[in-house]
């Protein structure tokens, strides 16, 4: 059955399709020819139980932020993590939920690797990686980091519905879902899950290749048919960034060879210009001359959050897992995600504000 609109009504139905939860379902004359017509009529009817447990669940949950990417490989869980340790620096109770059911790298960008759930009379309990900051991902739940989770839709919905009704995150601030990337199953479910109890919105992440907002630009628009705010669009590794003294420097040699003449270099700018070492260069590695995703989110009408940079010492933070906030070493893309989280935060409060001025 294909992903439809918000009231899960597939978006390859029949004209006046009576909803895949009513009675009539696969029943109607509506129905006839439809291609779901089998799987609805055979599918139990009614609204799903669950939802109230959930509901439940995360009425002790302030805030829930999706975390998006239209495709891989575009830094979202590194953002996702450095988002979690940046709001549990800032004082808040913070959860981080990995939904990413095929490829959890959560555990690993948090150092959490080798962890398991424990379970209570109260539920499942997250793995803490300091007191206001709790982690869940079936990572925790795999024999071996290298075993291959090979599960159809069903499946991965059963297991993030757990998540979000089995697990005891107690009272938080914020709940950050590390979603995998595209549109798919695991997107729909999540969306639909936590309708009833309010998400704030998604953040989506990309490059600013045009390859990579192609598809966020399809990630907005199913933002748009599901009914969930897009809270804004990160533009994650524009560009380079490194500090001089960190760089190596390499020399072509004419039969093809390379040969490593950082020492050289290094202690020929100490000689001559020590002040160079202090620098960062720079350079760009996409081609943003079609003005990147902030020119992108003008057209869709969407936020854009700001720029991280792409720095090595972050990427060696996430290998790590640890906060690139807690040192000086992440020095190019820690002041970009700061803005970020900083701007994220106070658009959040002031939401929360006028909303309960609205209902006084």
């Known amino acids: 059955m294909e992903s439809g609109d918000g009231n899960g009504v597939p978006e390859n139905a029949n004209e006046h399709c009576p909803g895949p939860e009513s009675e009539a379902a696969g029943k109607a004359e509506e129905c006839a020819g439809c291609p779901n017509q089998q799987e609805c009529a055979t599918a139990p009817k009614g609204p799903d139980p669950d939802l109230v447990s959930i509901q439940e669940r995360m009425a002790t949950v302030k805030h829930k932020i999706l975390v998006l990417s239209g495709k891989g490989g575009v830094g979202k869980s590194t953002f ?30 948090l150092g959490l690797e080798g962890q398991t759930i424990h379970q209570s009379n109260l539920g499942w309990s997250p793995v803490y990686v300091d007191d206001n900051l709790g982690v869940m991902s079936i990572g925790f739940m795999l024999p071996h980091p290298d075993e291959a989770v090979i599960w159809r839709g069903p499946r991965k919905n059963g297991i993030i519905k757990q998540f979000l009704k089995d697990v005891n995150w107690g009272e938080l601030d914020y709940l950050v879902v590390d979603a995998p990337p595209g549109t798919s199953d695991e997107h729909i479910s999540i969306v639909q899950f936590l309708k009833a109890s309010g998400i ?52 072509a040699l004419e039969t093809g060879e390379e040969r490593d ?34 020119k992108m989110c003008l057209e869709m009408g969407v936020p854009f959050l700001g720029r991280v940079p792409m720095d090595p010492q972050l990427g060696k933070a996430a290998e790590e897992g640890r906060s690139c906030f807690v040192d000086k070493k992440c020095r190019a893309s820690q002041l970009a995600l700061k803005k970020i989280v900083d701007k994220l935060v106070t658009d959040q409060t002031e939401t929360k504000i006028a909303s309960e001025e609205m209902h006084r």
């Open 80 to 109: 996702s993590a450095q988002l979690s340790f940046a709001l549990s620096s800032m004082d808040y109770q913070v959860g981080l939920l990995d939904i990413d059911i095929c490829g959890p790298s959560i555990p690993k960008m």
């Open 200 to 251: 704030d919105g998604a953040i989506i992440v990309s490059t600013p290749q045009e390859v990579s907002l192609i598809d966020v630009r399809k990630e907005v628009s199913f933002c748009k048919k599901v009914d969930l705010q897009v809270l804004g669009v990160v533009e994650n590794m524009s560009g380079l960034r490194q500090q001089l003294s960190d760089i190596k420097f390499i020399k």
């Open 261 to 294: 003449v950082t020492e050289w270099a290094l202690e020929y700018i100490r000689a001559n210009a020590p002040e160079i070492l202090n620098m960062v260069a720079s350079t760009e590695i996409f081609d943003s001359s079609r003005g990147g995703a902030a």
